[in-house]
């Protein structure tokens, strides 16, 4: 089981770790143009007032409590 997940903070140009039960699951869900539905998989945090957002995954995504 995971324990952290690291993100890149763009504001501060650096890798930063975040404790798994301080993110969130989020999903971004668009229509493409075929009509099809197309789902991205993300997990947010904020850190030192900082919004850091990752993609991840299905599986990772599923595997985050």
Known sequence: MMT???FY???NRKKV???VSEVKKITFERETKAGKKMV???VVAEKD????????SKDVWEGIK
């Open 4 to 6: 952290d997940i690291e």
């Open 9 to 11: 903070d763009v504001k």
């Open 17 to 19: 770790k975040v404790n």
């Open 40 to 42: 991205r998989y993300a």
């Open 49 to 56: 007032g900082v919004k850091l957002t990752r993609f991840v």
